[in-house]
């Protein structure tokens, strides 16, 4: 089994910062591909980041040249900073995994971007 937990949510205004941070209970980084989600009222949620075993990042078409996926193996942790926020990046944001035949979610953190 694998725990995730995100945190790192908030108000922030449009142009802002945010960095959010997804801790794992266990060493997985280097074994699978870890993801950020985030869903938005009304909508399904949508994959706004990955980072595979390799280190290799992948991001939305939506959020390229915004945000940075990162890890830090040593910490079990995964980090998204984002950058230049806009409204439209308000969500609910969830980091996940999928580990020995089983996805796994945190409870996500709510990111609310506005004036």
């Known amino acids: 089994q694998v725990q995730l937990v995100e945190s790192g949510g908030g108000l922030v205004q449009p142009g802002g910062s945010l960095r959010l941070s997804c801790a794992a209970s266990r060493t997985i980084f280097t074994i699978t591909t870890m993801g950020w989600y985030r869903q938005a009222p009304g909508n399904q949620r949508e994959l706004v980041a990955d980072i595979s075993s390799y280190g290799t990042a992948t991001y939305a078409d939506s959020v390229k040249g915004r945000f940075t996926i990162s890890r830090d193996e040593a910490k079990n942790i995964m980090y998204l900073q984002m950058n230049s926020l806009k409204p439209e990046d308000t969500a609910v944001y969830y980091c996940?995994?999928?580990?020995?035949?089983?996805?796994?979610w945190g409870q996500g953190t709510q990111v609310t971007v506005s004036q």
């Open positions: 996940s995994t999928f580990f020995r035949a089983s996805r796994y």
